[in-house]
């Protein structure tokens, strides 16, 4: 988690440098700063701080995965990467659930707009317990 954690930290870098700049080049343009634009841009470096902040955190608690060590092989990563639905049709229809809530929201059609969060919260409960019940249970 060393690498993803260096990656967001250089992305607040980035956009903190982004928004000096953009603050920078607004005024000399219109002798105004655009200000929505310089607080937007610092908010998008604030949340992928929180990111990173996070995978650092992560990356003290785990131990080190092959990916961090520099010296790792190919063969280090072998093994179960975790464990996958094959046959799950529950995304399907949570994104079905979410295609119609999204219909409705565009055109504001409230009946759609219930059906929608109705059946995308059945499909998470139906992908939550998945293997909880039925014959896939352990």
């Not at 603050?23 to 000399?28: E, N, S, W």
């Not at 937007?40 to 961090?68: K, N, Q």
């Not at 280090?76 to 409705?104: C, E, K, N, Q, R």
């Amino acid at each position: 988690m060393k690498i993803e954690a260096r990656i967001f930290e250089l992305l607040t870098v980035f956009f903190i440098v982004l928004a000096v700049i953009y603050a920078v080049f607004t005024g000399l343009d219109n002798r105004k700063t655009e200000w929505v634009g310089v607080v937007a841009v610092l908010l998008a470096g604030g949340l992928v701080f929180i990111i990173g902040t996070y995978f650092r955190f992560v990356a003290r608690r785990i131990d080190t995965r092959p990916e961090d060590y520099d010296e790792a092989e190919i063969s280090d990563g072998a093994g179960d990467l975790g464990f996958f639905s094959p046959h799950s049709w529950w995304p399907v229809l949570m994104a079905f659930a979410l295609a119609f809530f999204a219909i409705g929201f565009a055109l504001w059609l409230i009946f759609l707009i219930v059906f929608g969060i109705v059946f995308a919260l059945i499909a998470i409960a139906g992908l939550v317990f998945e293997y909880y019940v039925g014959a896939e249970r352990h």
